[in-house]
């Protein structure tokens, strides 16, 4: 936790390396001091075919989800740290956002909450 999933225009591939754009994500989310380094997932999801309003080109949107506990303002600074990064290596793209959702911890699951040797229910262990 977090996942920061980016859907973009398969041009924006053109100007700038998948890794660039997965490490702005990652190294602002890791700046905000808010989740353990080695916990920061980001993926990229590129799209050949989408439909903007007229004289738009191109599109990046970074959904973010993350574990429940942080504030609004701690959320705003998440968010704007990451738009500001791709707004460097995006100065002209016509639609830049970003969106911050959370988990809710009591239905969240994933496979070491469910391992038996898990007795204190750490959603880190065996990691």
């Not at 996942?3 to 997965?22: K, N, V």
């Not at 989408?50 to 970074?62: D, I």
């Amino acid at each position: 936790m977090p996942h920061f999933i980016i859907e973009c225009s398969q041009d924006l591939l053109q100007q700038r390396t998948p890794d660039e754009i997965m490490d702005s994500v990652y190294k602002s989310a890791d700046s905000t001091e808010l989740f353990a380094p080695n916990d920061i997932k980001v993926r990229l999801r590129p799209y050949e075919y989408f439909k903007l309003g007229e004289q738009k080109n191109n599109f990046l949107h970074v959904f973010g989800y993350i574990m429940e506990g942080r504030n609004t303002e701690q959320k705003a600074e998440l968010s704007k740290k990451i738009c500001a990064q791709l707004t460097v290596l995006f100065p002209d793209i016509s639609f830049l956002s970003v969106n911050i959702s959370e988990f809710e911890s009591a239905t969240y699951c994933n496979k070491a909450l469910i391992n038996p040797e898990n007795a204190d229910q750490n959603r880190h262990f065996g990691l």
